[in-house]
């Protein structure tokens, strides 16, 4: 079993940054995908991003390309999501996601494990 802890979210204005992150226990994060995944309200859970076991490969949601950066730091057992020129429409509740497989999975559905989410609010 995976468990997972977000922490990071918080109220920033448009343009701001936040860095969240997302402690893993029961399994290193070294022999998972990891993801993140979003729901703004009244929405679907959207993916937002993935990395691969070694962490030597990431895809981001085309929201987040050119924003966002996912990274892993297996001495912590932690992944980040580092958001920058967040915008209003980035408001949302943000869920780690894991999966114990190869690769990446930019599937939302494809993830078994979810940790308990973090709001991120972003004033205009």
């Known amino acids: 079993q995976v468990q997972m802890v977000e922490s990071g979210g918080g109220l920033v204005q448009a343009g701001g940054s936040l860095r969240l992150s997302c402690a893993a226990s029961?399994?290193?994060?070294?022999?998972?995908?990891m993801g993140w995944v979003r729901q703004a309200p009244g929405e679907e859970r959207e993916f937002v991003a993935t990395?691969?076991?070694?962490?030597?490969?990431?895809f981001y949601a085309a929201s987040a390309m050119g924003r966002f950066t996912m990274s892993i730091d297996n001495a912590k057992n932690t992944v980040y999501l580092q958001m920058n020129s967040l915008k209003p429409e980035d408001t949302a509740v943000y869920y780690c996601?894991?999966?114990?497989?190869?690769?990446?999975?930019?599937?939302?559905?494809?993830?078994?494990?979810w940790g308990q989410g973090t709001q991120v609010t972003v004033s205009s």
């Open positions: 996601a894991a999966r114990r497989t190869l690769g990446i999975v930019s599937n939302r559905d494809e993830y078994p494990y």
């Open positions: 029961g399994r290193s994060v070294s022999s998972l995908v």
């Open positions: 990395v691969n076991r070694s962490g030597g490969s990431t």
